[in-house]
């Protein structure tokens, strides 16, 4: 899809607050707001816009640690990914994961309570799961930036 200036401006404002009126995206961009409503309606039937969500603080909600888990499977057959991939999906604690190039096989974004709470996620559960051969955890010590914005250039 291609987009243009005023797609563009459209995202950009909805990345600075998903919440603002289509009056106030219309004055952003230097259109009325029926233009802009139907822009904001292609976006979405397209998909380039995927949804509305609350950015949350998860230190405010008890995760306190954050931390990324590296794991190997001991062999790459269907079933194992399958059964990997089913896992954590449905583990509450593991917000995002990455299949990745290198020396690992996934990379996944872990939050915890506290040290103790992601050796319980880690060691009761990831590594439980059939066909893991190993982890390792990397604790976030402090995060010098965190965007859920794009890039639109």
């Given amino acids: 899809m291609q987009l243009d200036d005023f797609d563009r401006k459209i995202i950009g404002a909805l990345q600075e607050d998903a919440r603002m009126p289509v009056a ?3 004055e952003r961009t230097a259109l009325s707001a029926t233009p802009v409503s139907r822009r904001l ?9 995927r949804g509305y969500a609350p ?13 990324y888990v590296l ?5 790459h057959s269907d079933a194992n990914i399958a059964g990997f991939e089913q896992a954590i999906a449905e583990n509450p604690y593991v917000i995002a994961c990455h299949a990745v190039t290198g020396e690992r096989d996934y990379l996944l974004h872990v939050i915890a309570r506290d040290v103790e709470h992601l050796g319980q996620i ?7 799961i059939k066909g893991v051969r190993d982890v390792q955890s990397v604790i976030v010590l402090d995060t010098i930036k965190r965007s859920p914005a794009l890039p639109l250039e």
């Fill in 55 to 67: 950015m949350l603080d998860a230190r405010k909600l008890g995760f306190a640690l954050d931390a």
């Fill in 24 to 26: 106030q995206i219309a």
């Fill in 122 to 128: 880690t060691l009761k559960s990831i590594v439980r």
């Fill in 71 to 75: 794991v190997n499977l001991d062999a």
């Fill in 41 to 49: 309606k292609r976006l979405e039937d397209e998909g380039v816009i």
